[in-house]
């Protein structure tokens, strides 16, 4: 029957063995058992075993089995070997294999460490062998005498080896040990008859039979996996034990043989170079490892430091959650992308300051990382952007949803302070190579639509974006090769019909065709070259109008961005260009929408400039902030009203008298019928400009409609 649990081997080969032994013994045939019984135990220890301690102790087995084959097939003469010396491989083999299976070895020890320890001990023992059993009986008359001497010896070694067993957390090694300490015990004490007096004969031979069975049984044995293993021990100090042995080993064949003094001497000095050499080796590694050690602490801190540096790659370090870096690590695992950017969160820097705004970011962070369950990754990609990289578009609207909720549902608290948040979302699906740019271009279609919204991604939104880009494109080869250019419109007086000014307009002329201001206006400001735009057409206008100043005080008008307003050198650029064109300050008049001039309020770049006798003119009003509070605080000269408000009387009535309490300037826009005109002149608008009074035209109609209109007058 198949034996295939390894509880079950052992106790089957230790019942078979102990059985087939003893019949072999009762029935007179122990010589072929005992060859069946060591061959049985190797090929078992082999098949289950391969730690080198069980195939040393199959070495033993085998050596055995050649040894009782010497005995059993040589006849003993004067002429042959004495018969113990035919166990020293035996011995040898399991005092080693015994002395490896003691030890519990850390992981890095290899198997060549492990045969140079174990053919330490065997060279260990043979010096011991040559010393107090060869060398002394090397003369001898008789071969019995070499015989009982070798099973005295042979007793110590089986001695050693229980000593030696007995630290193994095994009850079967450890009956093996001794019973073969008992049986060498016995030899020696019949003088190799193998019989005691309370014992049946050949009880030794018996018992080493039995040893090897047990032996064999211990190799089966399921806790025999674990004898040798790799778990650590901790360790000790051999210094003591590996001099002694240094030093003793070359006095043994002194000590063995006391009637030679002339080895005295050198097996002294032999003994004391040992010992010597064996110090000084144990100082340079002990030197080597506490070098070892400190290279290992300091590998530590490199790695510690390095795990440290790679965290702080992959995260933001104001709010601690994963940066763009990571996101975009990570957009592989995902198939929608989620971005969040607060509204008007600059506003919220400008007004409370930045440490304020930091505390914003974290606290809405905090917010976030609620979502984490539902997201792959929540990040901060820089200011006041955050995006969710998420695995089911399905839901990927309705997070979007909760995540608008979450930012604007409770006020955020810093201090004694309660701050309203709204913010915008883009969400996109698809390629993961393209999240990141179409969620980015969603997101900036919320904020275009007003903000607090959510904008999903379709093809549309990467048509614009290649539109923008395109007009983007083109409007740097403008700023370098004259494209973009200046129309004006008259500024007219509706009481003596007579041109006061001029609004300077930008035109650009892209592939023979005029395109409209509402097209690449607004990608001037996304892209930031309104800037140059804004600087190119008050240096166009201040050079043209320089002249109808000085000669009809004809002034000029130019739109202001924000972009320019927050701009420090601003003022500069402004009496800069004037300087250079001749044009006096009381010829411009800079033209600022009403949101525009209440951002820049808190600026003295307007202050600067009307110091300059540059004056400033509110566009569009009354469809912003207008109202009483803001025209006392605001630097304003000029009130343009907007043409949505011309053909209702009362409104426009209205408008004027607040103006006319301000002793501010008012013009009226897009006047186009003589009906308005009348109308405007008889509520006594100080001035007009309309299509009724002239389309936005070049410079050089313009300068024949100002001759007209100076002939006119006069």
Known sequence: MQIRSSSVAWWCALAVGVVAVTAAQLLGAPGPVFFAIQLAGVALTLRRRTHPGWLLLAGAHTAGVLAAAFWTLGPVTPSNTPQGLTLIPLYALATA?????????????????????????????????????????????????????????????????????????????????????????????????????????????LLIQYAGVVATAAALHPGAARLGGTEPRPG?????????????????????????????????????????????????????????????????????LQRRLAYRAGHDALTGLANRELLLEHVDRARCLLLCSLDGFKEVNDTYGHQVGDEVLRRLAGRLLLFAPEAVLVARLGGDEFGLLLTDPDQAEELAGRVLETVSRVPVTVGERRIHLTASVGLADGVPENLLGDADLALRAAKLAGGARLARFDDSLRA??????????????????????LHYQPVVDPATGRMTGVEALMRWRRDGELVPPAVFIPVAEQTGLIGQLGELALRLACTRAAPWYRRHGIYVTVNVSTHQLRDPGFAGTVLGILAETGMPGAGLVLEITESVLIDAADTPVLGTLREHGIRIAIDDFGTG??????????????????????????????????????????????????????????????????????????????????????????
């Open 625 to 714: 902030y207008s109202s009483l509070a803001y025209l006392r605080r605001l630097p304003v000269d000029i009130l343009k009203i907007d043409r949505s408000f011309i053909d209702d009387v009362s409104f426009t009535r209205a408008i004027l008298q607040l103006a006319q309490s301000q002793d501010l300037v008012t013009v009226a826009e897009g006047v186009e019928t003589a009906t308005q005109a009348d109308q405007l002149r008889e509520l006594r608008c100080d001035l007009v400009q309309g299509y009724h009074f002239g389309r936005p035209t070049d410079a050089e109609i313009i300068e024949s409609l100002i001759r007209e209109s100076s002939a006119t007058a006069a």
């Open 236 to 304: 000790r100090n051999k210094l003591a034990g590996i001099v002694a042995t240094a030093i003793v080993g070359p006095l043994l064949p002194v000590v063995s043989r006391p009637g030679d003094p002339l080895a005295y001497i050198p097996a002294l000095l032999t003994a004391a170079l040992c010992g010597l050499l064996v110090l000084r080796i144990w100082l340079l590694a002990r030197d080597a490892g506490e070098r070892a050690a400190a290279l290992r602490s300091a590998m530590d801190e490199q790695a510690a």
């Open 464 to 485: 614009q974006q290649s539109e923008r880009a395109r007009i983007a494109a083109g409007l740097r080869q403008g700023l370098a090769d004259g494209s973009l250019f």
């Open 97 to 205: 294999g015994t002395m490896l299976l003691t030890r519990r070895r850390r992981r890095t020890t290899s198997r060549a460490e492990l045969g140079v320890e174990a053919g330490a001990v065997v060279l260990g023992l043979a010096m011991l062998s040559w010393s107090f059993v060869v060398l002394p009986y090397l003369g001898a008359p008789g071969y019995q005498q070499v015989s009982n001497a070798l099973a005295g010896l042979y007793a110590l070694v089986d001695l050693i080896l229980l000593v030696a067993v007995l630290r193994i957390r095994s009850w079967l090694l450890r009956g093996s040990g001794a019973l073969l300490l008992g049986a060498h015990l016995l030899y020696a004490a019949t003088d190799g008859a193998g019989t005691a007096p309370f014992l049946p004969g050949g009880t030794s031979f």
